[in-house]
């Protein structure tokens, strides 16, 4: 929102809604595969019923294109919608598709420092922290990955979004890695939800390998890399493939990046505190930059066409069930480049690793048995 004082005055306008004129026009020439058509029929259902759904689907997808139906439904009815992500990264990336999909109506993009903070719009692409803002403003909410920091764990987030309802509206959740609790809901019945078990190219999700690192620290603290990752990192740049390789904190990257730096000099870092942040992951996405370190900041909602990727100290407890299988969502997205590798170095294996590859595993496996992958 920005800062805000005890002093400061609050203004809520209590008058009709701004009239809209622009036509919900939808431009999209995609098409859906089976299992992103039913999703979108029940999100569709949703908005015309003002119900709930969670819709669960592995990373890759394409959550974003079941959306659009929906979202022409409500707009159709002159219906606000707003669709809300935990990170400034998901909404800096979906803002661009949503403005090509739907190009004559009003969207306005809000974050932290954002242009359009005084700006109506129609569609509202936003941080969740921003519908602290609002008040009964929309008839349609989304929360994207409902999963993720900071959504999940703080509950005034989870009111904001509730102040932000009309008392009659829609919401749906977008989630690959649904926490326990909700996963048992979905298994008893208790949440309306819908599975997509398989990416829309009908490729295999890649499977997450784990390879023995040793005292990492220590051979950083000797000023060199890890002989496995430098191995690694090597065959990326021979190869000429981009790669993002995840650190477990911002001081290992730091003391790390001088000596990656020496295998190539255009390699960089990036975390969440980074002023250069949004200009580095763009670097990354037009291949400035053949190698980006960084935090876990970069787990969701950057999606890179052809990469592999690399997690040092995947032991840490910071890599979470739900980050190793984000992380490992990375990869392979793009129909032209499917498959990819993904690394889990480590001095020691944890639950969370392997918990991480075996739902990979059982999403692979359910979506080849109901027949959405090819191989």
């Known amino acids: 929102m920005g800062r805000v004082s005890e002093c400061t005055p609050l203004i809520t306008w209590t008058g009709p ?12 020439q995609g098409t859906l595969s089976q299992a992103q058509h039913e999703a979108s029929n029940r999100v569709v ?12 689907a592995v990373c890759g997808a394409g959550k974003t294109e079941v959306l659009f139906e929906g979202i022409h439904e409500a707009l159709t009815q002159n219906k606000r919608v707003c669709i809300a992500a935990p990170r400034t990264d998901v909404v800096l990336e979906l803002s661009p598709r949503l403005q090509k999909v739907f190009p004559h109506t009003s969207i306005t993009t809000l974050f932290g420092g954002s242009e359009d903070r005084h700006e109506y719009g129609q569609l509202v692409l936003s941080t969740t922290h921003q519908l602290y803002r609002y008040q009964h403003a929309f008839d349609f909410i989304i929360i994207d990955e409902v999963d993720a920091f900071p959504y999940s764990y703080d509950t005034s987030l989870q009111f ?16 690959a890695t649904p926490d326990s609790l909700t996963q048992k809901k979905c298994t008893s019945g ?5 599975r997509i078990p398989a990416r829309y190219h009908r490729h295999p999700i890649p499977m997450p390998r784990l390879a023995w690192c040793g ?3 220590k051979t950083f603290e000797k000023h060199k890399i890890p002989s496995p990752l430098k191995k690694w990192t090597l065959q990326r740049l021979q190869q000429n493939k981009q790669a993002l390789i995840f650190f477990p904190s911002v001081k290992v990257m730091e003391k790390a990046l001088p000596l990656f730096q020496k295998l190539n000099p255009v390699i960089e870092s990036v975390h969440a505190e980074d002023n250069d942040r949004k200009e ?3 670097k990354m996405r037009i291949q400035e930059i053949p190698i980006l370190l960084t935090t876990t900041i970069l787990e969701r909602g950057v999606t890179i066409p052809n990469m592999d990727v690399a997690v040092l100290g995947a032991e840490d407890q ?11 969502g990375r990869v392979g997205r793009s129909a032209d480049h499917p498959r990819g590798d993904v690394v889990y170095f ?20 359910e979506a080849a048995k109901i027949g959405l992958i090819n191989e």
């Open 280 to 282: 580095k992951v763009q």
């Open 190 to 194: 208790k949440q309306n939800h819908i």
């Open 318 to 328: 910071i890599f979470t069930e739900s980050a190793l299988i984000q992380i490992a």
């Open 346 to 365: 480590h001095k020691g294996r944890t639950k969370a690793m392997i918990y991480a590859g075996l739902q990979i595993f059982m999403m692979n496996k």
């Open 45 to 56: 259902e949703a908005v015309r019923k003002n119900d709930n759904l969670l819709v669960w």
């Open 215 to 217: 005292n990492w620290e």
């Open 17 to 28: 809604s701004p009239a809209t004129h622009d036509q919900p026009f939808f431009d999209w």
């Open 160 to 175: 904001a979004v509730d102040k932000a309802r009309k008392p009659e509206s829609a919401i749906v959740y977008l989630t």
